[in-house]
């Protein structure tokens, strides 16, 4: 990779996270421990000199991946050169039809691999389920406050409308943590890889619209607690819910778990 990068002359873009891993065992890592074969159609978010894209196209049926940066392409042409299974899509996965670019494929299994560019974490992950991919498991590389709000516990500091949003389609777990030593150039934040699992039992939640606003509502300002937060809901229904876990409307949302959210969505 450093020799590709100094033969183009390639200079590192900050405005596109651009922290390339550097470290092979970490790579192979991911690559084993996301579990891709040969049946498994990967979607890569930000391809950089193709150091992941190389191990994921060895193990698995094909990989599409997305890069904004033009100015890489003779890098990872050359990088590519000998894998026939790998499609670069030289766009914003933001505004991708990333939908519409999987249908012309097979395959049995739908993993999202990545070393995601850390300013847009949170939208990617939000596209992949607003578009509805309908993904069997996405493993991650984000930074490491970041990845621990995926998999806050309740009632933690880093629980919030975003643990219940990601926790409702997936089983989160955390995979390693990773220096930032292991990039390059190295960012002045620790990474983590994450798992996500596709849930194989869904919630039952009748209004999912009404759930996840009901969530957003309640975390809105976070030192405030559910009857100021949720001024314009039915506050008698809330607090019937919540007299049945021996909780008043004085509670904060950190302290209320999934399934409580969904049995007060479900109620109103
Ligand atoms: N996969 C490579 C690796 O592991 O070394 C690069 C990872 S680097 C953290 C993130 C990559 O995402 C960069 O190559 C960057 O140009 C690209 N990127 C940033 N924003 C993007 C976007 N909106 N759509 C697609 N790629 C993007």
Do not use: H, W
């Not at 970490?26 to 891709?36: D, G, T």
């Not at 002045?188 to 957003?216: A, G, P």
Request: charge should be positive.
């Amino acid at each position: 990779m450093k020799d590709l990068i100094e033969k183009y002359d390639f200079k590192f873009k900050k405005k596109f996270g651009q922290n390339f891993l550097k470290d092979k065992n970490i790579l192979q890592n991911i690559v084993l421990k996301s579990e891709v074969d040969k049946e498994t159609l990967v979607i890569e978010i930000g391809v950089g000199a193709a150091a992941l894209t190389k191990y994921l196209s060895d193990s698995a049926k094909n990989v599409l991946a997305y890069e904004i940066d033009e100015t890489l392409k003779p890098i990872i042409n050359e990088s590519l050169i000998d894998k026939d299974n790998v499609e670069v899509l030289y766009i914003d996965f933001l505004n991708s039809t990333v939908k519409e670019d999987i249908k012309k494929y097979n395959y049995s299994k739908l993993y999202v691999v990545a070393n995601l560019p850390y300013y847009i974490t949170t939208p990617i992950i939000e596209k992949i389920i607003n578009d509805k991919l309908n993904v069997d498991k996405i493993v991650v590389m984000v930074q490491k406050e970041v990845g621990d709000r995926f998999s806050a516990k309740v009632g933690s500091k880093q629980y919030n409308s975003l643990t219940i949003f990601l926790n409702y389609y997936f089983d989160i777990k955390k995979i390693m943590d990773v220096s930032r030593n292991c990039f390059v150039p190295a960012p002045n934040v620790d990474s983590v890889i994450v798992e996500m699992k596709k849930k194989e039992k869904k919630y039952n939640v009748q209004n999912e619209e009404l759930f996840f606003k009901l969530v957003r509502d309640s975390f809105r300002y976070k030192r405030k607690n559910l009857r100021n937060n949720l001024k314009n809901y039915n506050l008698d229904i809330i607090s019937q819910v919540l007299s049945n876990y021996n909780l008043d409307l004085n509670v904060r949302a950190e302290n209320l778990t999934i399934d409580q959210f969904i049995e007060i969505s479900n109620k109103l």
